[in-house]
């Protein structure tokens, strides 16, 4: 069935180094690739996505790359703060069924002063 | 933080209850969808709705029902035949069809005693 993996589960970094995290998925007709962003208690939120007409994507520190030959999409932050320490999540449609997402299981990223 | 909004913050259910939670918006999108969230588990769909009158399982859709009377409105009722129902659940809505962002609501937190 559709699947959307989500890698690492956990990631800890020191503050101003980068963060990657890398999401593939099953359905080669996915054209719609966002990334959330849930802070402890919180709603999740969306910081960027990204389309399938283009390999990549930038809004500041923070950018995502499509390969879609792979199958596979990944968010880059850059100078890490303590302020993004959060749980990610990537996504991607479902077959079938418009506006609806299949979710990974998210990235919790922690950034150490 | 407007427009999609869910009530109440916390709620506490004895096992054997029904109970129900509420989701409305004002951002006049045609889609909305219920997600239930367990910690290492990503965001999983419960059900969804793309027009008023109409909704459709999800993937882990047992011991839950819906209902779709308003375009503004999908609540969400958790039935005693849900056999772990302890969760954050989270409502969101979309423009149907467009295969774009999800707006969440705050989340619900519920508790069986």
């Known amino acids: 069935g559709e699947n959307v993996e989500q890698h690492p589960s956990t990631l800890s970094v020191q503050e101003g180094d980068s963060a990657v995290i890398k999401c593939t998925y099953s359905?080669?007709?996915?054209?719609?690739f966002p990334w959330y962003k849930q802070e402890l208690g919180k709603r999740p939120q969306l910081i960027i996505d990204?389309?399938?007409?283009?390999g990549e994507k930038k809004d500041q520190r923070i950018a995502v790359t499509l390969n879609k030959t792979a199958k596979h999409f990944s968010l880059h932050i850059t100078e890490t703060q303590p302020e993004d320490s959060a749980v990610y999540f990537c996504a991607a449609p479902r077959s079938g069924s418009q506006g609806n997402l299949i979710f990974g299981k998210g990235t919790k990223l922690s950034v150490k002063p | 933080d407007g427009g999609i909004t869910q009530s109440p913050k916390y709620l506490f259910r004895k096992e054997g209850q029904n109970v129900t939670l509420s989701c409305e918006q004002n951002l006049n999108h045609d889609a909305m969808y219920w997600y239930r969230q367990d910690p290492g588990q990503g965001l999983r769909l419960i059900y969804y709705s793309q027009i008023v009158n109409d909704f459709q399982k999800g993937d882990i859709a047992e011991g839950y029902s819906v209902s779709r009377e308003k375009k503004e409105s999908f609540p969400l009722t958790v039935t005693s035949a849900q056999k772990n129902p302890t969760a954050f659940y989270l409502c969101?809505?979309?423009?149907?069809?467009?295969?774009?962002?999800?707006?969440f609501g705050p989340g619900t937190r519920l508790t069986v005693l």
């Open positions: 990204i389309r399938s007409n283009v």
């Open positions: 359905d080669s007709a996915s054209n719609y």
């Open positions: 969101a809505s979309s423009l149907r069809g467009q295969g774009g962002e999800q707006f």
